[in-house]
């Protein structure tokens, strides 16, 4: 099994910044590939925010794009997502999901956090 822990979550003003963190841990023989943050707001679907592979390609939704970073530490199977210029509209509960298999003989599936959440007042 894979497990993720999110942290850093919490509440700031429009403009302010945040940092996410998501550490992956699992058995000896698992593996971690690709990473991302996901988000959503009451009412709404789960979208996508921010993805990294292990090689350390990005894709960003359009609506974080030159506000918010991703990035990762392989060797501590974490990923980060670094928000700034924060808006009242990215007021959402953020998941971690990681792409990864629990050991050489299991399938590769997602594994999600239990989501932290964000709330950016006006």
């Known amino acids: 099994q894979v497990q993720l822990v999110e942290s850093g979550g919490g509440l700031v003003q429009a403009g302010g910044s945040l940092r996410l963190s998501c550490a992956a841990s699992?058995?000896?023989?698992?593996?971690?590939?690709?990473m991302g943050w996901y988000r959503q707001a009451p009412g709404k679907q789960r979208e996508l925010v921010a993805s990294?592979?292990?090689?350390?390609?990005?894709n960003y939704a359009d609506s974080v794009k030159g506000r918010f970073t991703i990035s990762r530490d392989n060797a501590k199977n974490t990923v980060y997502l670094q928000m700034n210029s924060l808006k009242p509209e990215d007021t959402a509960v953020y998941y971690c999901?990681?792409?990864?298999?629990?050991?050489?003989?299991?399938?590769?599936?997602?594994?999600w956090g239990q989501g932290t959440q964000v709330t950016v007042s006006s």
């Open positions: 999901k990681a792409k990864g298999r629990a050991n050489f003989y299991a399938p590769m599936r997602d594994y």
């Open positions: 990294i592979t292990s090689g350390g390609s990005t």
């Open positions: 699992g058995g000896r023989y698992s593996s971690i590939n690709d």
